[in-house]
């Protein structure tokens, strides 16, 4: 029977959708909250953290208790470094390598960092 056949297929399909798409995988995150205690040392509780080229705003909301804002592009990291007194950036270490050569003339020092995620500061 066809419709009994069809019925299968979906079924079967199913089953490997909710087996291969992670969804039992509840640590999305883990970067960002194996870093939140240096972050929590690091910013007072007012400051804002930058995501550099990652969109992530629940988890650093939910894991460091900071207002964070995106930058995805050069340009965008360079203009704001330059126009913060303090700031604060989360790199992820796919990013840092293309940008390694321009950190140091932002004044960014490496602070901490945790798996493939490294917090930079500039600080006055």
């Not at 079924?11 to 870093?35: A, C, E, P, Q, T």
């Not at 930058?50 to 894991?63: I, P, R, S």
Request: glycine share 6%; net charge neutral.
């Amino acid at each position: 029977n066809y419709a009994t056949f069809i019925r299968l297929i979906f079924i079967g399909i199913m089953v490997l959708h909710v087996y291969y798409s992670g969804i039992f995988n509840f640590d999305y995150s883990r970067n960002l909250k194996g870093i939140a205690p240096l972050v929590k040392t690091e910013l007072s509780a007012g400051e804002r953290i930058f995501l550099y080229n990652y969109h992530e705003t629940n988890a650093v909301t939910f894991y460091m208790g900071r207002i964070c804002s995106y930058l995805d592009t050069p340009d965008e990291l360079i203009a704001t470094s330059k126009a913060q007194k303090n700031f604060f950036c989360l790199i992820r270490d796919r990013d840092r390598q293309l940008l390694w050569s321009m950190l140091p003339d932002l004044g960014l020092k490496v602070v901490g960092s945790f798996e493939d995620i490294t917090l930079f500061s500039k600080t006055s």
